[in-house]
């Protein structure tokens, strides 16, 4: 791609108009804030100058006008923002569209935001239904659907642009081969602390995904590096831009791993012109469901050694013959825990055949809400045959005799019953009086819905759940039942970090039959050169990395501890001194990620992600390979690939992941024996060992 030379002089012609009319824009924005900014300020001295004065009715009045101000400041804010980074690179493609009928095509601009001058539609946002255009077709027959239905024609020339400070780098006729030469420059620049928005670069079968406004629920399979978190909030930024008078940022909820994660992921929907979304996780759905009710543990390392008991509990719960068994014991609850007897008040009365009949007629309620509604039943009843007028019982004075007739009395005592009604008990054990263990706390929380119900988990009318494998059946059964909204759903089973997890993608179709499920196989993040070496650990026709060549993988050999950690320290004094921003050291559990960084940080500058951490930063970083799934960094060092270390096909697989968070460089470690899951059968690595 030949820089500097821009081929069509009109497009600097136009970009100088666009730059112009920006630059009117902004300055009326500008304008229009710093006064709605002094009203403001003018209205505040008054009521704070004169508040012993003014009646309540003009000091009610004045308020108002002064929430509406903000509210209207805050609008003309929003909108000048929009216009100082549509100034920085106000678009990035141009199509030119012949619509079926007429006789001249027209021409679009498509950029990161619509703008529009005295109601001259400039700019058009690349979530547009003519924006689409560009994505899907070369030059010949195209057409899109827009609101008032499918338009078809001829599209007769696209263009791609580079514009940095609105000045443009490059201007280029794009195809399918320059839009590859494009997306590899862009993939080429070295990772940053946030994740990056990919509007310029989305190719066809993402977008396919981003506009798919039909799915209820939606699941991507996604190898490692496939963009599917990124395109999972490009798709809510759409369906934010599509129904903005149906969905609004505040009522989608993403489910991350961990807070640092949350906080890499978290300017892709800002940077997209839409408010942050709010991020989650399964301890504070857990914490907020459960407070007051019962304590929990947090999750242990699932790479930690314990107890052979322990294990085999976990694998049991993440299995769904023990989903099948709970909603066994769902389904029988409301019949076998509740027991009713006449109810009798002064000289009423009513059978307890009738009291069951309208217990049950609540199907899909909670045990206890059944228990409201039939004690509003029996009061209704009552009042209509009170001919006499006699005093009558209050609602909850009835429902607390039929809470009376119940069998089992709270949810610790009916998730206890559920393991011997079964003939499991031995698979439920707690560590301490009225505290669970992390792996019983969404099985509880299952049956804790069924017999309290849950409380009120907010607006969420849109659930984005990340890292789809790392979470068991019956935690999604929890999460169906608390968030009944359209889900994204995203993740890859290639990358199981749990050895106690053995649920599969198979079981996920089960869980979601009428679900639209999309694979994402070609590999963007990582060399050819990273992901034909992490293929060799973990074979996978299915993965296409994109041709984008670097340096081969190392593989050092040392000759005990002492080297390996003085190696290490060497290249990262190397990477100090070199391009790369961001380099991640991934050791095999936290445990030996907090060993490392209390090695290294005598002579270096590390950050540790720890499982409390809460963001993401440049520089060096040391990590457990848990607490770096959906990180992604320039340079990647894998220390400790012993033998004894990496050596079970649960090792493979997090040896996978390590080596596929590198996007230009990765060095793999060892002292002693090399793990035998380094080579492929019958392959050697392609570089020779430094000694």
Known sequence: MEENKIPFPEEITHLARINAILEKALDKAENSVGQLEREYRDAKRYMADNRGEIDP???????????????TGAFAAEGRNRLVRLKESPYFARIDFLEEGSSHAETYYIGRFAFQYDREPLIFDWRAPVAGLFYDFENGPAGFEAPAGYIGGELTGKRQFKITAGVLEYALESSGNVRDEVLLKELNHTSDEKMKSIFSTIQKEQNRIIRNEKAETLIIQGAAGSGKTSIALHRIAYLLYRFQDRLRSREVTILSPNKVFGDYISNVIPELG????SGTSLSDIAHHQLEKVIGFLPEEDPLKKMDKGWAERIRFKSSMRFLRLINEYKKQLPYAVFSPEEYRFGVFHVTKEWIRARFLAYEGQPVKRRLELAAEDILERLRTENIREETLPRSAQIRKSLEAMLIIKNPLAVYKDFYIKMGIADFFVMPAAKTLAWEDVFPFLYLYGVFEGFRENGITKHLVIDEMQDYTPVQFAVLNEMFRCPKTILGDFGQVINPNHLHTLK???????????????????STWEIIQFAKRICPNDLIEPVERHGEEPDVICCADRKEE???IKEEIHRFAAGQNVSMGILMRTNEEAERMAELLSEDCEVNRIAPESTAFVNGVSIASIQMSKGLEFDEVIVPDVAQDTYRTEKDRGLLYIACTRAMHRLTVMYAGERSKLLAGEGESLRRPEKL
Request: glycine share 0%; net charge negative; aromatic share 10%.
């Open 57 to 71: 009715d003009e000091m009610f009045q004045n308020e108002l006008l002064l929430k509406q101000t903000d509210r």
């Open 274 to 277: 839409e408010e942050p979304i």
């Open 507 to 525: 079981d996920m179709r089960s869980l979601y039959k009428n679900a639209e499920f999309v694979m994402l196989n070609k590999s963007y993040r």
């Open 565 to 567: 950690i003085r190696q």
